[in-house]
T-cell receptor, first 113, second 116 residues
């Protein structure tokens, strides 16, 4: 059974710092991995999607990598800003259940001014 | 940009009431989903639909039903609301596109339902 883990559960950094959020999954048979952002009391916003054949995707200050064989993905945020404060979730689409996403429990990020 | 709209941000209902949560997307997406999100349990899939009038159970369908009469609208129904259905409900949609498994999921802003 696919499981997705995000460590740490919470992270606090000073503004301007570069940071890495981690996501691990137990079964490498996936179609893709997606990173989301969730602000308090709101829905999820899709940030990046990495297909299983890709190694990384970039959008602005965000860079997501995927190492399928080791079951790991990282989300790199450059030059963090207070506006980056949110919960970041990763989710995988398993090959044995193509409509479903399996979500991690998220990392709550606080960027201090 | 894809827009997924959930009709209510906050709802308060009484135990035993029939509750309708509505979701509309404007991008002609075939796939639509209902999740609930609870602290410590993360997001759990309730139901999904891959076409009009088609539906599939997710991981926790008990106590819920759904309706998809039109492509753009996917409704979640709580037949008889109970306190353990107090939660954040999130609707999402995606398009099969040319490579169906690599279509990103787009979420609405959620409905915070409280059942008293």
């Amino acid at each position: 059974k696919q499981e997705v883990t995000q460590i740490p559960a919470a992270l606090s950094v000073p503004e301007g710092e570069n940071l890495v959020l981690n996501c691990s999954f137990t079964d490498s048979a996936i179609y893709n991995l997606q990173w989301f952002r969730q602000d308090p009391g709101k829905g999820l916003t899709s940030l990046l999607l990495i297909q299983s054949s890709q190694r990384e995707q970039t959008s602005g200050r965000l860079n997501a990598s995927l190492d399928k064989s080791s079951g790991r993905s990282t989300l790199y945020i450059a030059a963090s800003q207070p506006g980056d404060s949110a919960t970041y979730l990763c989710a995988v689409r398993p090959m044995d259940s193509s409509y479903k996403l399996i979500f991690g429990s998220g990392t709550r990020l606080l960027v201090r001014p | 940009d894809v827009k997924v709209t959930q009709s209510s941000r906050y709802l308060v209902k009484r135990t035993g009431e029939k509750v309708f949560l509505e979701c509309v997307q404007d991008m002609d997406h075939e796939n639509m989903f209902w999740y609930r999100q609870d602290p410590g349990l993360g997001l759990r899939l309730i139901y999904f639909s891959y076409d009009v009038k088609m539906k599939e159970k997710g991981d926790i369908p008990e106590g819920y039903s759904v309706s998809r009469e039109k492509k753009e609208r996917f409704s979640l129904i709580l037949e008889s609301a109970s306190t353990n259905q107090t939660s954040m409900y999130l609707c999402a949609s995606s398009s099969p596109g040319l490579s169906s498994y690599n279509s990103p999921l787009h979420f609405g802003n959620g409905t915070r339902l409280t059942v008293t």
